[in-house]
């Protein structure tokens, strides 16, 4: 049961350049959560879906992009990278929709240092 | 829009020491809450939640935390902590259909 992955583990990216952050899950949860983690300042939901071809905006979503075209996938795109985007990344799935009092189970994690 | 807060940004305490966190939430409706544990280098993972019921909830490795609607609160406890517990330890609300929002978080580290 592999649960959330996320590829890859550790990115550094050059400003400017633009790359895809992965996230798959295989426990068939309606909802999934894209979210960064900076030191002290806590998660920021960055974008979510909560279906196949619904995604939305979180509070921080500028300079990102999501897409959900399958229940299980649901990569970020970062497509002009910024210093300020050096940050770790989360994705979490969560059953959701007629279960809403269920908990998220995240991925490992993304380390982006942007230089 | 709903927040958390979770008073302390860092706190140190000696091994078999008592330990509380203190959590906030600003939402009115019913709600959902949660505290999760992120060990150094690792992802975030599910210590106890609360839904309904007895407000007093028990977690995984001896963590309980008691839901006080009066207080908006929902602090985290632990009788004596051990080394193993050095943490960073999230508060977090669900309302809505899908919403999912987080604390700052509060590191713990523990001294043998």
């Known amino acids: 049961n592999a649960g959330v992955t996320q590829t890859p583990k550790f990115r550094i990216l050059k400003i400017g350049q633009s790359m895809t952050l992965q996230c798959a899950q295989d426990?068939?949860?309606?909802?999934m959560y894209w979210y960064r983690q900076d030191p002290g300042m806590g998660l920021k939901l960055i974008y979510y879906?909560?279906?196949?071809?619904?995604?939305d905006k979180g509070e921080v979503p500028n300079g990102y992009n999501v897409s959900r075209s399958t229940t299980e996938d649901f990569p970020l795109r970062l497509e002009l990278a910024a210093p300020s985007q050096t940050s770790v990344y989360f994705c979490?799935?969560?059953?959701?929709?007629?279960?809403?009092?269920?908990?998220?189970?995240f991925g490992q994690g993304t380390r982006l240092t942007v230089v | 829009a709903q927040s958390v807060s979770q008073h302390n940004h860092h706190v140190i305490l000696s091994e078999a020491a008592s330990l509380e966190l203190g959590c906030n939430y600003s939402?009115?409706?019913?709600?959902?809450l949660f505290w999760y544990v992120q060990y150094p280098g690792q992802h975030l993972q599910l210590l106890l939640k609360?839904?309904?019921?007895?407000?007093l909830v028990k977690g995984i490795k001896g963590f309980e935390a008691e839901f006080i609607k009066s207080k908006f609160s929902f602090n985290l406890r632990k009788p004596s902590v051990q080394w193993s517990d050095t943490a960073e330890y999230f508060c977090?609300?669900?309302?809505?259909?899908?919403?999912?929002?987080f604390g700052k978080g509060t590191k713990l580290s523990v001294i043998p």
């Open positions: 979490a799935s969560r059953l959701g929709q007629g279960a809403r009092n269920t908990e998220a189970f």
């Open positions: 426990m068939n949860h309606n909802y």
């Open positions: 879906s909560v279906g196949a071809g619904i995604t």
């Open positions: 939402y009115g409706g019913t709600v959902n």
């Open positions: 609360y839904f309904s019921g007895d407000p």
């Open positions: 977090a609300q669900g309302a809505g259909s899908y919403q999912l929002t």
